[in-house]
């Protein structure tokens, strides 16, 4: 079992001179300690929920992510997840195979449909059904897995079109930074994972939740035939971990026994603080289970 620690929350510690150093310190730690995956949000307002709320602090993800990538040298880094409608995908493209180059070739490309229409009204980002998005997706997918092929010509889909297809320099994994694809949508995300994607993400909401969610991948996936066992699965482990290691651990055996291969922790509490317990009472067990 791999462990992804994802960076949600700016707001601690409260100055906002100190966030670039508290995430420096935090990338540190959770590379030393064998984290595999350092990931970051993809929004621009904090989301709203228990705990947040739209005015608190939110960096922009592919920033902060090379920001990251200059200070650490072996976990592989991506946003979780990049929304389709925040960026033009030749544009995105360029992104992720700009950070794939300068990380030495660690990135990966996650994405979805987007969903937060608050920030994207706010910021005058074009808000369409949700049928739109996933159409929006799909050709995103299209041109990206395009720009970092050999073929450098047009691309006419119905939303996006390109005279030209050319990014240089390619990323440097090949054939292309592996593609994540975020959420858990019976009908149309999971087809989309089983059609374009090297790994899903999913919600660790319990196993059998979790269970469900892959066997219907794997339905997909004889569909299009496509090979179920070539996705990775990961997922995004709820609650506090800290505050029951134990319970964590048995659930991660749980999922690791149903394929999940990664998981990703949100710190809920000061990352800096966060990164040391895990590195010192989750870690060390961890590599048992898998």
Known sequence: MKLGLHYWNYSTPTDPALIGPTLAQTARIAEQS??????VMDHYFQ??????????????????LGYVAA??????????????????????????????????????????????????????VPVVPVGERFERLEETLQICLQMWSDDNGPYQGRHYQLEETLCVPQPL??????????????????????????????????????????QVLRAHCEDEGRDY????????????????VDGFLASAEQYARLGISELQLLPDRHPVTFAEQVAERVLPRLAAIG
């Open 34 to 39: 064998g984290v595999d995956a350092f990931t």
């Open 47 to 64: 989301m709203e929920h228990r705990t947040g709320s739209a005015d608190q602090p939110m960096l922009e993800a592919y920033t902060a």
């Open 71 to 124: 200070l650490t040298e072996r976990m592989e880094l991506g946003v979780l997840v990049t929304g389709v409608m925040y960026r033009h995908p030749g544009l995105l493209a360029k992104i992720v195979a700009s950070i794939d180059v300068l990380s030495g070739g660690r990135a990966r490309f996650g994405i979805g449909a987007s969903w937060y229409e608050r920030e994207q009204r706010a910021l005058g």
């Open 173 to 214: 994994r090949r054939p292309h930074p592996p593609i994540m694809i975020g959420g858990g949508g019976e009908k149309k995300t999971l087809l989309m994972v089983a059609r374009y994607a090297d790994s899903c993400n999913l919600f660790a909401t319990t196993p059998d939740e979790v269970a469900h969610k892959l």
């Open 229 to 244: 066992d070539a996705i990775a699965k990961t997922a995004v482990a709820g609650g506090p971990v800290l505050d029951d």
